[in-house]
């Protein structure tokens, strides 16, 4: 029951997202390439700054919902893990799972994390791009103990991938959305 209040409570949230500003309820082809121009242009330092920001708001939230798509059906799973390393910051899954052909075949994804009170949430957008650099894959693991025992940074089964041109939306009941990018 608890899980299924949970999911209720993360569609809800990003429909009310959308509704905080009706005319950018539906991102198009002319906003995304304004993020990554806006993206290109933001200083290192504040890019840094807001990466840390999203990937704060990620581990407060646990668990994490990132939406794909495989033709014209989207597809949405929980995810656990985001780290910073080397200026980047990853998510991780397996090179067997659907998601991860997903997400090769169409970089483009969308993350919702509601924090436990159930009132704030956060939409992330951007691109994600396959990192097979062996000591990413081992810091990752290192930082993430638990994984070890269904992944090796050399297995070829392990992937790890990066956001490019992300967008953060921060979103809540109480008040207005702020968005950032990194």
């Given at each position: ?36 121009e806006?993206?290109d ?20 939230c ?31 899954t397996g ?9 090769a ?16 949430w956060?939409?992330?957008?951007g ?15 290192n ?22 041109n ?17």
């Open positions: 029951m608890k899980k299924i209040i949970f999911t209720l409570a993360v569609l809800l949230s990003t429909a009310a997202c959308t509704q905080n500003k009706p005319a950018q309820a539906v991102e198009n082809e002319t906003e995304t390439a304004t993020q990554t806006v993206a242009t933001i200083d290192p330092q504040t890019k840094s700054e807001n990466m840390k920001e999203v990937q704060a708001y990620l581990k407060e646990g668990a994490f919902f990132i939406a794909t798509v495989d033709g014209d059906q989207p597809h949405v799973r929980a995810f656990g893990v985001s780290e910073i390393i080397n200026d980047r910051l990853y998510i991780m090179k067997v799972k659907d998601v991860y052909k997903q997400m075949k169409n970089g483009k994804f969308e993350i919702c994390a509601l924090k436990p009170n159930g009132s704030e956060m939409r992330v957008t691109t994600l791009v396959n990192d097979d650099d062996l000591a990413v894959k081992e810091e990752f693991l930082r993430n103990e638990g994984l070890k025992s269904m992944y090796k940074a050399d297995d070829d089964n392990m992937a790890v991938l990066y956001i490019t992300g967008t953060a939306r921060f979103c809540s009941f109480a008040g207005p959305e702020r968005k950032t990018h990194f």
